[in-house]
């Protein structure tokens, strides 16, 4: 994937659900210090129903918000992907349309 330019220096928000509080915490970790992310919200508990394989199905699992910055979208979902312990995790990335000036200067003083 390529990275699309930035100049503006948007930025970014993920949000992932992981099995558990650990893998979802070791892959926040990992972004942290490769300097992909700014930060992860482990959100409580969650229920999640979903279709897969063509089965309804339930599953508990943790839900993760990351926050990043534009240029670093791309290169966070992948990343992400890649340590995500199940074999397809559902990994939702997309730019934001508004944010705090000095949100923006946290989020831009990464990598």
């Known amino acids: 994937m390529s990275e699309r330019a930035d ?3 948007q930025g970014a928000l993920i949000w992932c659900p992981f099995p558990d509080e650990a893998s979802a915490l070791a892959v926040i970790d990992t972004l942290l210090d490769e300097g992909l992310v700014a930060c992860g919200n482990v959100l409580p508990a969650m229920t999640s129903r979903f279709v897969w394989n063509g089965m309804k ?8 918000l990351f926050k990043t910055r534009a240029a670093l979208l791309e290169s966070a979902v992948a990343r992400i992907s890649a340590l995500h312990p199940y074999e397809t995790p ?5 730019r934001c349309d508004a944010a705090t000036p000095a949100t923006l200067a946290w989020l831009n003083s990464l990598g």
């Open 90 to 94: 559902a990994v939702l990335g997309w």
């Open 57 to 64: 199905d339930q599953a508990a699992e943790k839900g993760v």
């Open 7 to 9: 100049a503006s220096g």
